[in-house]
């Protein structure tokens, strides 16, 4: 019985370790409309917490959504590539961390649409709640996080 215990300890120890360490991947390939302006604050945060983004300018969005395979309705502004895993939306750094540490098998997260207090669409102090998705290649989506 101690033993699991301290196996649990142990994991979570580890966790937490991972998150706060910056040994993960940070470079981050950004496509979005030159014109996005709530796509840039969110390039902007992400740079802000030390991640190396490269931004592919595109008219065509919804293509790139498309070919990286992102069901329509979890469809929003920018779409991101980290790591091998779509970032669709605007998604905390936090998210793209634990995504990046659980490594589920997924092909991504989303946050579909732009909810008001999300990184990029700051607004005061306030947060509409919405759930952050994860999706595979079927298109079968998952709640990831509840915000
Ligand atoms: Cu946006």
Sequence with gaps: M?????????????????LANDAMVKDIVVYKNPECGCCTKWVKYLQGKNYNVTIEHTRDVLAVKKRL????KLAACHTAVIDGYVIEGHITHRDIKRL???RPEVKGIAVPGMPIGTPGMESGSK???????????????????EH
């Design 69 to 72: 395979g992102i069901p329509e």
């Design 127 to 145: 947060l509409e709640s919405h759930n952050v998705m994860s999706f595979d290649e079927h298109g079968n989506t998952e709640v990831f996080a």
């Design 2 to 18: 101690k033993s699991i215990v301290m196996l649990a300890i142990l994991s979570v120890l580890a966790v937490t370790m991972a």
């Design 100 to 102: 990046l540490l659980f």
